[in-house]
T-cell receptor, first 114, second 112 residues
């Protein structure tokens, strides 16, 4: 059990650029989640996958955000035409895929949009 | 629309005493509740959970209480230790979904 891995840990970009983050969940975990956290707030749900299927997506997620989990293993989160308001910690979490279970979080990717 | 609320942004407690962190929710369809702890520059780590059919769950120094009629959840830490200093988040999942909704967090500081 190597834990949930996220890459990169930090990303600084200029407004208008595209960025992509990667998440490797714990092996054999079927569910994968993306959350966003800003200073002083709790993790805010963005989307989650059951295997390769994206089952739910937050209404807060604009069309500039897209997430994929092509083979049901790792996932990528892309933000197009970044804005300063996108600056946040992006957290990935995974779980086995059962009822009433805990999420295991990665250390996150800190995005700063200048 | 904040469905899970933690109204105390911070709490300070002396080492050895009890820490009580509170959480209120508005959605009566929540059926599973969790507490997470977060240190700076790390992701949240799971502490303890409770399903809506129970009113108490205990794990070592940590006890979670659920009052469904009041839509209130609390985490008790006894005795508090300096290593418990962190931000604590409560979270809940609505019935029929696997989405976890988090509160805004309470920063606990345990004073030696």
């Amino acid at each position: 059990d190597t834990g949930v891995s996220q890459d990169p840990r930090h990303k600084i970009t200029k407004r208008g650029q595209n960025v992509t983050f990667r998440c490797d969940p714990i092996s054999e975990h079927n569910r994968l989640y993306w959350y966003r956290q800003t200073l002083g707030q709790g993790p805010e749900f963005l989307t989650y996958f059951q295997n390769e299927a994206q089952l739910e997506k937050s209404r807060l997620l604009s069309d500039r955000f897209s997430a994929e989990r092509p083979k049901g293993s790792f996932s990528t989160l892309e933000i197009q035409r970044t804005e300063q308001g996108d600056s946040a910690m992006y957290l990935c979490a995974s779980s086995l895929g059962q009822d009433f279970e805990k999420l295991f979080f990665g250390s996150g990717t800190q995005l700063s949009v200048l | 629309d904040q469905q899970v609320k933690q109204n105390s942004p911070s709490l300070s407690v002396q080492e050895g005493r009890i820490s009580i962190l509170n959480c209120d929710y508005t959605n009566s369809m929540f059926d599973y509740f969790l507490w997470y702890k977060k240190y700076p520059a790390e992701g949240p780590t799971f502490l303890i959970s409770i399903s809506s059919i129970k009113d108490k769950n205990e794990d070592g120094r940590f006890t979670v209480f659920l009052n469904k009629s009041a839509k209130h959840l609390s985490l008790h830490i006894v005795p508090s230790q300096p290593g418990d200093s962190a931000v604590y988040f409560c979270a809940a999942t609505p019935s029929g979904t696997y989405k976890y909704i988090f509160g805004t967090g309470t920063r606990l500081k345990v004073l030696a």
